[in-house]
């Protein structure tokens, strides 16, 4: 009988024939949790995954984030090896939520009084945290529950909860939340075989390039809600570029292969926008 370890070897070796300029790519990807010099002296992806892993990124119980970045590179065959894998072997929707619900319990239980007044304090320009609604918040479970009602907090989304321990200086809960992510790789979707996510970076460049304050309009013609626009605000305060940029994420995110060229183009026009419409249908050379 095949076990769990053989299995998920048999999954990584399947990445082993991505060469050429998919596996510059790949490691292009990848510039974010491993440092260029070392990125520089990898020659193959076995090399690469051998390092994701030391890092904690991927292992038996986690293959999302190499999902993720099959996908990105469009190799779908890889991608659905790994979603098979996943399905049979890694963490289930059951055990994620078990697991948040345990994070939530232990950053519950280790707070003092006088942190959770900070904590909702910090969450006063939050959707649904009035005065009065906060008044009656007696625990951090109380807070959890109305950042979960305002869209800024579930078991994909986490990044609301790590700045607010970050905010009062509980590092230790920080860990804990960065633990979590890194398991379950906070906001990625399940890879399903027939529905390819389009590459629309180029295109969000050039929004992210031209918008400018108007990014709150055009987010709210893309369907986010207010909840979402005022995350975006308080995790990026002073970069319109990033909050634009978020936006973008979260919509394409959201509708998975709905989320294409053409509505982003359309929706621009729909907004007045046509200079960066034209510009991304190569009208108006930028």
Known sequence: MTSKSSAYTKALQSLGGISGSDFGSWKNLCRDDIRRTTLESIRNPLELIEELEQKNIVGEDNVRPLIKMMKALGRLSEAEIL??????????????????????????????????????????????????????????????????????????????????????????????????????????????????????????????RHIGKNWRQYARRLKLVEADIDHIMVKHPYDLMEQSRESLKIWQQRNSSNATREVLISTLRKCEFNYIADVMEGKIVD
């Open 83 to 208: 979603a098979d894998y996943e399905k049979k072997w890694a963490l289930t929707e059951s055990n994620q939520q078990s697991e948040y619900d345990r994070l939530l319990l232990r950053i519950n239980d280790a707070l003092e009084d006088s942190e959770l007044d900070n904590i909702k304090f910090l969450c006063r320009n939050y959707t649904g945290f009035t005065k009065d609604k906060r008044g009656k918040m007696t625990s951090c479970r109380d807070v959890f529950t109305g950042l979960e009602q305002a869209l800024l907090l579930d078991k994909n989304e986490t990044s609301t909860l790590k700045d607010l321990m970050k905010q009062i200086n509980r590092l230790d809960l920080c860990r804990h939340v960065d633990k979590y992510e890194q398991k379950y790789n906070s906001k990625s979707e399940p890879f399903s075989s027939g529905q390819q996510v389009s590459d629309l970076s180029d295109e969000f460049d050039i929004i992210v």
